[in-house]
């Protein structure tokens, strides 16, 4: 049995997606292709992530975004037990960094050396990767809950 998601029980979730697999499966929705909406790494494993499970169903964004394996189920989906680790991921994100990066032990030095910063209360300081061109704080990862409450509060819909 599977968890909450902003306020949507396993059922509802669970619902949306055999809808999802169906309309892959039938060639009405195209499978998931990067680049990643979270870490921009174009190449990868990709798969779908819904932050809306509403009737009736969205299939674009912001309700259904294409993530990297890597990103939805190591850092999205684990924000709410490492908010710390989330925080230091989104600076790595903002410097032009890809999830993919941190198979690498020098970026793995970095994150911990930012994680360490943060739980200090100082600024993290990550040297750059890559251009980063969005705007930072406006991405629609920004505004993703943290608090727990909100995996089961209905007010978390971003629909009612």
Same mark, same amino acid.
């Given at each position: #049995?599977g968890?909450?998601?902003?306020?949507y029980?396993w059922?509802e979730?669970?619902?949306?997606?055999r %809808?999802?697999?169906r309309k892959?499966a039938?060639? +009405?929705q195209r499978?998931?292709?990067?680049?990643? =909406?979270l870490c921009? !790494?174009? +190449?990868?494993? *990709?798969e779908?992530h819904? +932050?809306?499970?509403? $009737?009736p169903y969205l299939w674009?964004e912001?309700?259904?975004?294409?993530?990297?394996r890597?990103?939805h189920r190591?850092?999205?989906?684990?924000r *709410?037990?490492?908010?710390?680790?989330w925080q =230091?991921?989104l @600076?790595?994100v903002r410097r032009?960094?890809y =999830?993919? !990066?941190?198979?690498d032990?020098?970026?793995?030095? %970095?994150?911990a @050396?930012?994680c360490?910063?943060?739980? +200090?209360?100082?600024?993290?300081n990550?040297?750059?990767?890559?251009?980063?061109?969005? #705007?930072?704080?406006?991405e629609? *990862?920004?505004?993703?809950? $943290? !608090?727990?409450?909100? $995996?089961?509060?209905?007010? =978390?819909?971003?629909r009612p």
């Amino acid at each position: #049995m599977g968890n909450f998601y902003n306020g949507y029980s396993w059922t509802e979730r669970y619902n949306k997606y055999r %809808e999802l697999e169906r309309k892959i499966a039938s060639r +009405e929705q195209r499978p998931p292709q990067g680049p990643c =909406a979270l870490c921009g !790494d174009p +190449e990868g494993d *990709f798969e779908y992530h819904d +932050e809306d499970y509403s $009737l009736p169903y969205l299939w674009t964004e912001p309700a259904l975004y294409v993530l990297c394996r890597h990103c939805h189920r190591h850092k999205l989906h684990q924000r *709410f037990s490492r908010p710390v680790l989330w925080q =230091a991921f989104l @600076a790595h994100v903002r410097r032009g960094g890809y =999830a993919s !990066d941190l198979k690498d032990p020098t970026v793995k030095k %970095e994150i911990a @050396a930012c994680c360490k910063a943060i739980k +200090e209360g100082r600024k993290p300081n990550l040297p750059m990767r890559r251009p980063y061109t969005r #705007m930072i704080g406006e991405e629609w *990862f920004a505004r993703l809950h $943290l !608090d727990r409450g909100s $995996l089961t509060d209905p007010g =978390a819909r971003p629909r009612p």
